[in-house]
């Protein structure tokens, strides 16, 4: 799962170079996994057909959430009040009113950016 990555190697690259650091990083990190759904997407009907990649993906499945559960538990060591809170929220949109991922981050991610700028702090900063 390219996210947990994605983060962690942002956070690296901030620690490393700040903002910009953390920018390049993510782009590096991200752009495989993007180029390979976007050139690859076309193919996924058939994969969809495919019982042999049906049951892999039947496994792979559970085997992302965990990671990405295990990803979030290590974490939320580190975070910061308001980022529990946007954590709640993210969580409430999320699981009780069923609104998009995509949404759900961008949202999370813009109101992250505003509270930084205003003050609100980076964990371990």
Do not use: K
């Not at 903002?19 to 993007?34: D, I, K, M």
């Not at 009780?96 to 980076?122: Q, Y």
Request: hydrophobic share 60%; net charge positive; glycine share 16%.
């Amino acid at each position: 799962t390219p996210g947990p990555v994605v983060a962690t190697v942002a956070a690296v690259g901030y620690a490393a170079h700040g903002l910009g650091g953390a920018l390049l990083a993510a782009l590096v990190a991200f752009a495989p996994s993007f180029s390979f759904i976007l050139l690859g997407g076309p193919r996924f009907e058939r994969l969809r057909s495919n019982r042999t990649a049906q049951a892999f993906l039947d496994g792979a499945g559970p085997a992302a959430i965990g990671a990405i559960f295990g990803a979030a538990i290590l974490l939320a060591i580190v975070l910061r009040g308001w980022q529990f809170a946007l954590l709640a929220a993210a969580a409430l949109l999320l699981l009780v009113l069923r609104r998009g991922v995509v949404e759900t981050l961008v949202g999370a991610g813009v109101i992250g950016v505003m509270i930084v700028l205003a003050g609100g702090g980076l964990p371990g900063h």
